[in-house]
């Protein structure tokens, strides 16, 4: 695979990076949420007639907020639990894996709220943090090693 130019054909070798014994393909570039974006309004539309039935309306972005803060905040109980620092009697793995789901599940919900592209903003705030770290570790080497 390559691309002709002016100067013939050039080779596109795709640059991995291993750091820590992650690999990540630095030449690609996108992530794609578009599935679980669409399952998360499809859980949030049921969500919704839940609440039209037993509140008599569907809920806020604001309440969405305040839930998704509520599951941040056990979220934050269970780590210490996993971590030895917050009695917990349940089955602190399990209950962090779902915790963490719904955790994402509430950032795509307000994603949706907000008419944010999720999917675009990631990828985005990861090229930069991309690149912001790796200069500053570059800058490190040369200060320190």
């Known amino acids: 695979m390559g691309i002709k130019g002016s100067m013939g054909t050039v080779l596109l070798i795709p640059l991995i ?3 820590e014994g992650i690999v990540m393909n630095k030449e690609s570039k996108e992530i794609d949420f578009t599935e679980a974006l669409e399952q998360a309004k499809y859980i949030r539309g049921l969500y919704n007639q839940m ?3 037993s509140i008599g309306r569907k809920w806020t972005m604001q309440e969405d907020m305040l839930g ?8 934050g109980r269970l780590v210490m639990a996993s971590s030895g620092t917050w009695g917990y009697a349940g089955d602190e793995k399990e209950e962090l894996e779902h ?4 955790c994402l599940w509430w950032i795509m919900v307000l ?3 907000l008419d944010i592209d999720i999917t675009k903003e990631y990828q985005a705030f990861i090229n930069k943090l991309d690149t912001n770290l790796t ?3 570059k800058e490190a080497e ?3 090693g």
């Open 99 to 102: 915790k963490l789901s719904e």
């Open 51 to 53: 609440e039209q039935l």
């Open 111 to 113: 994603s949706n709220h």
């Open 17 to 19: 990076i291993e750091v």
């Open 142 to 144: 040369g200060h320190f």
């Open 68 to 75: 998704f803060s509520t599951d941040v905040g056990v979220l």
């Open 135 to 137: 200069k500053s570790i």
